[in-house]
């Protein structure tokens, strides 16, 4: 088997309305950021499988030989992408020593990847010799989608290495990116991956990690938006740490308490999420002009304070909210709450001064703040002079 160097990337995400009102059945936007994951696989004489994540201090190797004996005697037993093989999952619990209850990002990442790299190579009746290094610019368990991105540049380095689909580079491209059916194959691997993970994921973030841009999410049913503006914002992580299912149940717990005073709020929330949805697509169609930030500001303000009733705000979120205010920019937390992220609007003429003071005051409060945009190309496959230089310098490494 012939493999061939491949470099992948694909976007985090975040969450730009309908935290928490999604679970009750309220549509939610996710939106890509780019802030990347980028992933590079070579083809090696050594007998061995490599994993290289320096991100999280991680660098292991096994004997192809070793990886052989965990595959069932027909290879034609793995390979189902529409379901986890729970035997191969549990040998290779064993193999890493890794017990059920053991949730921690090394293990569950290098669980991944060995069940994506088992899986599409079985098939084939050979396992070949690789090292897959992977550099992220996004932070990990800070609710911003790394464990996707990793699953799917995952998916789409070890498919395109086994031929399953191709690589698509001509010597003019920088970077490429495959068509719907791929995409589709690319997403559903990614889907087991996260499953790995965490377990019952919704989906959702692999699915922003595949197709980048702004996806509807409502009763499980997922929906890319057609065309999407590209929005500057400012991305702070605060550093609290926090609870998903934590915040989720005080959410419940509120609802079962005070159903006439919640069920409105999220009813609102929904409502939001779906103005934004058609202030994005006129903005689209339309030139975007200061009214559309005018709306998108307020309907951030409007769910901050949703959010908050909800009883998912923090101090250092309100922290994050006043200090922005003060430089005339909205914010809102993104994803669970309690602590963790939040994003700021950034109007096109915001000018370069007041981002980069506004940066420097979340700075001095200890938060971790980065200038991005949403709405970010999915999925891609780069030809190694277009990927960033500091990408490929960690990658040189090992």
């Not at 037993?77 to 990002?105: C, I, M, Q």
């Not at 949703?306 to 994050?320: E, I, Q, R």
Request: charged share 20%; aromatic share 6%.
């Amino acid at each position: 088997m012939h493999i061939k160097e491949c470099i992948m990337s694909a976007p985090g995400k975040a969450i730009l309305h309908g935290e928490h009102a999604v679970v009750h059945g309220n549509v939610a936007l996710a939106v890509s950021l780019n802030l990347r994951t980028y992933l590079q696989l070579q083809a090696t004489s050594t007998s061995k499988v490599c994993i290289n994540l320096p991100n999280i201090n991680t660098f292991l190797s096994w004997d192809v030989t070793e990886l052989k004996q965990l595959l069932p005697d027909s290879g034609a037993e793995l390979g189902n992408v529409n379901e986890l093989d729970a035997e191969l999952v549990r040998r290779l619990r064993d193999l890493v020593g890794v017990s059920n209850g053991t949730l921690d990002t090394r293990s569950m990442a290098i669980l991944a990847f060995l069940y994506i790299y088992l899986s599409v190579f079985a098939g084939s009746g050979e396992l070949p010799s690789l090292t897959v290094s992977v550099w992220s610019e996004l932070p990990t368990g800070a609710g911003l989608g790394s464990s996707a991105a990793y699953s799917v540049c995952l998916a789409a380095a070890l498919l395109s290495a086994s031929g399953t689909i191709p690589s698509l580079l001509s010597d003019q491209e920088s970077t490429a990116r495959w068509g719907e059916v791929e995409m589709e194959l690319i997403n559903r691997w990614a889907f087991q991956g996260e499953r790995i993970i965490h377990g019952n994921p919704s989906g959702v973030d692999n699915a922003v990690g595949t197709w980048g841009g702004i996806l509807r999410y409502h009763s499980g049913k997922i929906t890319p938006l057609s065309r999407v503006p590209m929005l500057r914002i400012l991305l702070t992580n605060t550093k609290v740490p926090r609870s998903t299912k934590v915040l989720v149940a005080g959410v419940k717990d509120k609802m079962n308490k005070f159903p006439s005073i919640i069920n409105p709020v999220l009813e609102s929330v929904n409502a939001v999420s779906c103005t934004c949805e058609q202030t994005l697509s006129e903005m689209t169609s339309d030139t975007p002009t200061p009214e559309h930030y005018n709306i998108l500001e307020e309907l951030i303000d409007i769910n901050q304070h949703h959010l908050n009733v909800m009883g998912v705000g923090h101090p250092a979120l309100d922290t994050l909210c006043r200090v922005t205010l003060a430089r005339g920019l909205h914010s809102k937390l993104t994803g669970a709450g309690g602590g963790g992220c939040g994003i700021t609007l950034l109007r096109p003429e915001t000018e370069c001064s007041v981002v980069q003071d506004t940066i420097q005051d979340l700075r001095d409060c200890g938060y971790d703040c980065w200038e991005t945009s949403i709405g970010a190309e999915g999925v891609q496959q780069h030809s190694p002079l277009a990927v960033k230089e500091e990408a490929l310098e960690v990658f040189a490494r090992y």
